[in-house]
């Protein structure tokens, strides 16, 4: 599975921002999909995530009722619309998509290039 983000950029506290998540290849395993940020110095965290099945959601804390993932009707095309943008949600951002290899049921994760997130105050 291959990912491409679009979206990041530069935008004051207050701002909003949607990044998109654009998937190809074997896309028909995906099992969940969701996004991710690292700071300089620190590990990768995940900021939201959909389920395939059900469509049940995760959000971190720090951006519940700030930030939404939504996934389009063709399940290869997801977003992370942030509202309510804070100096402290910068961050590179990472477009994530879970596997099931079928045979094995082994997970496998795919990541997108990154997209930088800029707030400024």
């Known amino acids: 599975v291959h990912l491409v983000e679009s979206g990041g950029g530069l935008v004051q506290a207050g701002g909003s921002l949607r990044l998109s998540c654009a998937a190809s290849g074997n896309t028909g395993n995906i099992n969940a999909r969701g996004w991710y940020r690292q700071t300089p110095g620190n590990q990768r965290e995940l900021v939201a995530t959909m389920l395939n099945h059900g469509g049940a959601t995760y959000y971190d804390t720090s951006v519940k009722g700030r930030f939404t993932i939504a996934v389009d009707n063709d399940r290869v095309t997801w977003y992370l619309q942030m509202n309510s943008l804070k100096p402290e949600d910068t961050a590179v951002y990472y477009c994530?998509?879970?596997?099931?290899?079928?045979?094995?049921?082994?997970?496998?994760?795919?990541w997108g290039q990154g997209t930088q997130v800029t707030v400024s105050s």
């Open positions: 994530h998509a879970e596997t099931i290899e079928i045979s094995t049921v082994t997970p496998h994760d795919h």
